[in-house]
């Protein structure tokens, strides 16, 4: 695993990532929609745990509260439509 950079960020990107993220097959939510892209973001410790913490008191896994805040803030429009 690399050292965290001594500039004062907090995380680092790993080398060949191609190695460690998945390819774009479809994986398969909670509600039956189709996933295919992997989204990371840096968040720092507390924001994670703040998350974590979040998850587990509504009984659910912080991928799951992070798609439907997306779904929340960023609607489908054609999912209004219909």
């Known amino acids: 695993m690399k050292k965290a950079p001594a500039n004062g960020s907090f995380a680092t990107r790993p080398g060949a990532a191609e190695r460690w993220i998945r390819s774009p097959t479809a994986v398969v939510g909670q509600q039956g929609e189709e996933f295919s892209a992997r ?29 439907a805040l997306i779904d929340q803030h960023f609607p489908d429009d054609a999912k209004e439509t219909s």
Not at 50 to 60: C, E, I, Q, S
């Open 39 to 67: 989204l990371t973001i840096d968040v720092t410790p507390a924001v994670r745990r703040r998350l974590k913490l979040a998850a587990v008191m509504r009984g659910t896994t912080v991928a799951d509260l992070m798609r």
